[in-house]
């Protein structure tokens, strides 16, 4: 699902709200948990899963194209880890 997919998504459950409306929520949102990670901090949405950042070492690595050696830095990546009840959810059992 893309942002505007939930943004329409939100817009048939919620015709009360103005397309402006859920835009600024949205983008509120994903603004507020990109901003955290961006300063270490972990954002935990109960039931729903954790966003954290993860070092990644420094390292050598290969250009793919030549086979050439190359330095990889060290990186900081963004990393989810689902929820309980989202696990659960997941993978219940259809029946």
């Known amino acids: 699902m893309t942002k505007s997919e939930l943004i329409a ?5 919620h015709p ?3 397309l402006k409306d859920v835009t ?3 983008n509120t949102v994903f603004g507020t948990i990109s901003d ?5 901090n972990r954002i935990e949405l109960r039931g729903f899963g954790a966003f954290s950042i993860k070092e990644r070492d420094p390292r050598i690595g290969r250009n793919p194209k030549t086979g050439e050696q190359v330095e990889v830095s060290k990186k900081f990546i963004p990393f989810f880890k689902t929820g309980k009840e989202l696990h659960i959810r997941l993978n219940k059992k259809s029946g």
């Open 9 to 13: 998504a939100l817009m048939r459950k």
């Open 16 to 18: 009360n709200l103005q």
């Open 24 to 26: 600024l929520i949205v």
């Open 36 to 40: 955290n990670l961006a300063e270490n």
